[in-house]
């Protein structure tokens, strides 16, 4: 097992770039599958079997189509790699996806979320750290990912745009608005005022209590949370990827264009990006459907 997901992996990241988290994901999902079948022997009726085996469990199809396209591109490899005659996983065809769309938030929500985070913390470092967090996530759609590792030297000298490295290593540009920047000149003396306290040096923005380390995703997680319920809103319906959505909902209500946000949220192909104008659509319909005198 070993000898065949650990050089898959490898090209992986080598060939596409891809993030750690991406490479856990595969590894997660390719050790369940090899922890009840040998790789190397393994036949198609195995895999439709496993598959199976994933929905009885009651696994949603989102997950188990994830797994079989694990399965394909490891043997897929295996085979370019010679290491076996045929892709046993080539003809098989998973659960259809079902498709929702993303859950957003309105402006006065957002605004609500904002204020909630500048009064979240335990003194003025942490509210302004929050309030930074939040101002920069709305600003700039960024993944939480790209957020909680942001160098601070991507913000330094007062930038009205900062270069993020998101999924494969690919770059883009994204302009700060005024209130993500007031935010940043707030935080940032804070923050090195803390460093100096504790004796420490960090090449983030937002730096972890353990040194050399940023702020993790699970914190942050936590934080959304905290904050979505100081701001009176449902806590389990909000998450640092919600907010991503508004950032792209509210540039495609107030006219921006597609491939512009496309742009702006590092998607590699625009029909990713086209999910908000249905968001967009439903967000009418629902207006029409509670306003209109004859609804």
């Keep these: ?16 770039g891809a993030a750690k988290n991406t490479l856990e994901g595969y590894h997660r999902d390719l050790t369940d599958f090899a922890g009840s079948h040998d790789i190397k022997t393994a036949t198609a009726e195995d895999i439709i079997r496993y598959l199976a085996g994933l929905e009885a469990e009651g696994l949603a199809p989102a997950t188990r189509a994830r797994r079989l396209s694990a399965l394909k591109q490891l043997y897929a490899f295996a085979f370019q790699e010679g290491w076996r005659a045929d892709n046993p996983a080539a003809r098989i065809k998973g659960p259809q996806k079902q498709k929702h769309l993303p859950q957003t938030l309105s402006e006065a929500e957002v605004s609500a979320l904002l204020k909630a985070a500048a009064e979240t913390g335990r003194n003025d470092a942490a509210k302004a750290r ?43 540009m994204v302009p700060l608005s005024p209130p993500a920047k007031a935010a940043l000149a707030t935080w940032l003396p804070l923050r090195a005022a ?15 209590r353990d040194a050399g380390k940023h702020l993790s995703r699970i914190q942050f997680f936590r934080l959304v949370s905290q904050v979505a319920l100081k701001a009176g809103l449902d806590p389990g319906a909000i ?5 991503r959505h508004a950032f792209a909902t509210h540039l495609l209500a107030n006219g921006a264009d597609l491939r512009a946000i496309q742009m702006l949220l ?13 968001v967009l659509d439903e967000r009418l319909k629902a207006l029409v459907l509670e306003k209109h005198p004859l609804a």
């Excluded at 998450?239 to 907010?243: A, E, V």
């Excluded at 590092?266 to 249905?278: K, P, Q």
């Design 194 to 208: 803390g460093l100096k306290a504790r004796k420490q040096t960090s090449p983030h923005l937002f730096p972890s």
């Design 239 to 243: 998450s640092p990827h919600t907010l």
């Design 266 to 278: 590092g998607h590699a192909d625009i029909a990713t990006t086209e999910i908000y104008t249905h």
């Design 1 to 16: 097992m070993t000898r065949w997901i650990g050089p898959f992996l490898e090209a992986l990241q080598a060939e596409r």
């Design 130 to 172: 929050n309030a930074c967090l939040f101002q920069l996530l709305y600003a700039t759609g960024l993944r939480v990912t790209e957020l909680v590792s942001l160098p601070l030297a991507a913000v330094l000298g007062d930038p009205r745009m900062i270069l993020v490295k998101g999924k494969g290593g690919a770059e883009r």
